[in-house]
């Protein structure tokens, strides 16, 4: 598995790698500056109050444990997931850099392949199993600062871009050799329609698991837990479909257009697209 890129791309990788490796360094070095047993915890007690609420809440409690959480969390993000996600970014860039459009697809297979596909899956299953591993070894996330918190860290944030580079490569194989057509075109729409169809996800999530709706949450299985993922995605693939035969964008996207240009016209598709 190659990638003869020019000096730009290969630089933007080098610059997404070291990115990469910077916020894991800093991470560990920020979880063994101090004992972190009291901290978890504290957080424990929280992750329970909080899916007592999810489930019990209504919709201005839930709203407000959200608001809470996010501007709780939001210094963590800054530091950690904004450079993790610059990582990423430049690694896109460097791919898409000189491939012509539509060209994406066989610019991943040419340089992976089979071979690279199973390599980086497998590197990025071990990877996480040795996080697993670690927790069942340790009965949950390391409290102290150690081997064991350090290899945690190191796993996980090891095995997430190789399975991302995985999941990558395979569907751009399983695309070439011939995907589904009811499967490519489902994809095809959902993407053409993918703010409508996250915030349908939002909508459909929080009615079926929230105490305000449904209050679901908590009363499934972890096995059952992707089928109704699955059902769900399903469900959007057949509207998204119907949708696009008749518009040329979702419902959100001509929103967020009309906020944008302030006067682009709600037009049908030409059936074609």
């Known amino acids: ?45 929280e992750y329970y109050e909080a899916i007592h609420l999810v489930q019990t809440g209504t919709w201005t409690e839930i709203a407000a444990l959200r608001r809470w959480k996010l501007l709780t969390l939001f210094p963590k993000y800054l530091v950690f997931t904004l450079p993790s996600l610059m990582a990423f ?37 071990l990877f996480n199993l040795g996080t697993t591993l670690v927790w069942m070894f340790e009965s949950g996330m390391p409290r102290n600062p150690g081997l064991a918190q350090f290899l945690t860290v190191l796993f996980y944030h090891s095995g997430v871009p190789l399975l991302m580079f995985a ?17 490519r075109k489902g994809l095809s729409a959902v993407g053409r329609t993918a703010l409508s169809n996250y915030l349908f996800q939002t909508i459909v999530g929080t009615t079926l698991f929230y105490g305000y709706g449904f209050a679901m949450y908590g009363r499934f299985g972890i096995a059952w837990i992707p089928v109704v ?19 040329r964008f979702g419902p959100a996207e001509y929103l967020w257009r009309y906020l944008t240009y302030r006067g682009f016209r709600f037009t049908r598709s030409n059936g074609k697209e």
């Not at 850099?97 to 089979?114: Q, Y």
């Open 1 to 45: 598995m190659a990638f003869p890129l020019p000096i730009r791309e290969n630089l933007s990788y080098g610059i997404g790698l070291v990115i990469w490796a910077g916020v894991l360094v800093f991470y560990v070095h920020f979880h063994q500056s101090e004992d972190w047993s009291e901290y978890i915890e504290a957080a424990v007690l």
């Open 89 to 125: 970014f430049l690694w896109g860039f460097a791919a898409a850099r000189g491939v012509t459009a539509g060209g994406l697809r066989d610019f991943i297979v040419s340089r992976a392949g089979i071979k690279g596909f199973m390599i980086l899956l497998i590197a990025g299953m």
């Open 167 to 183: 999941y990558l490569t395979g569907l751009a194989i399983w695309w070439g050799e011939g995907a589904g057509s009811f499967i």
């Open 229 to 247: 993922a699955v059902a769900i995605f399903a469900v959007q693939m057949i509207l998204s479909r119907c949708w696009i035969a008749r518009f």
